[in-house]
């Protein structure tokens, strides 16, 4: 059996190495590493890795063993181009990446003109497939759903559960979080419904105590945050300490308990739209169990990262090359076996796979409801 020896080498890009002694081909995952967003670059990274130690144990990819390198875009679109920049000089051929759309969307530009394979397992801006660079030539494909589909889910759950009531919108003004609030409140608006309020806030900010404020004013039962856990949590949590009851329901960034840790017991009954829960898929158990036992979760974004790696390397041994054209090629003909099920990629890079469901968070965990 082969040994495998890992370094990690931390540069001044943003980009982590973690070499193997026996690594032929180099890959890699981008995404926030370090940031207010880190539990997501986290998710990717323990993807990354289990994808990559299942893959090389099972002989490697066209017999080759691969190397994954991390870059950390902590969510900045300049910071994701310029450790995109660095990727051709480190031989890279693969990118899983990046998280935030407002990242992938100008790293997708870079990726394209290196000829760099890019499947993102998060970032759902329509524009990243609806735009992408070479169009039907191009390489960036995602393994995500789409801020339209996951709008779509939301309004029609509002418009089911909450008609009549005083339903507001937030967004944080960023790509994701703006794109997410539009297209559940033109959804919601498109079955009949009326938004009582639509509003931008600023990420990073702490008190919110001016937006509960006008949501008590116009007497708001629900209210949908376009935007990430942090701020959210944040909302939820003030808006019970001013006494006001309005459901919270946002989009995929609530996946994390990291939103529980700071909403606490204010998050009760929050909700959130997320694909059906990977971790339920017969493709899913080994690898799930293999996580646990080794104290990892598999919350979020762990398996979509997983299985962005797992249809490349398909596709690379169907092609029987790692060359750009070939790869995009299989990429776009194929239907590949992953941890999310089987999976094919339409003449966009957007993905087949079931639609968006509605979680709820409860006593610190969030589970499935009709």
Partial sequence: MKTTIFAAITLATGLTIVSSANAEISIAIVGPMTGQYT???DQMRIG???AIADINASG???GEQIMLEIGDD????KQAVAVADTMPDLGVVFVAGHFCSSSSIPASAVYFEERIIQISPASINPKLTDERPGSADGGTYRVSGRDDQQGAAAGAYLSANFAGKNVAFVHDKTVYGKGLADATKAAFEAAGGTSILYEAYNVGERDYSALVTKLQQEAADVLYVGGY???????VRQMREQGLDAVLISGDALMTDDFWSISGEAGEGSLMTFFPNPEDNVEAVNVVKSLKDAGKTSEGYVLYTYAAIQAWAQAVQSAGSTDYD????ALNTGEFATVLGRLAFDGKGDVSLPGYVLYEWSDGTYKEIN
């Fill in 39 to 41: 539990s997501f670059g």
């Fill in 48 to 50: 990354a890795e289990q």
């Fill in 60 to 62: 490697g990819v066209l």
């Fill in 74 to 77: 902590a969510c900045d679109p």
């Fill in 229 to 235: 856990h942090t701020e959210a949590g944040l909302i």
């Fill in 326 to 329: 070939a790869t995009r090629k």
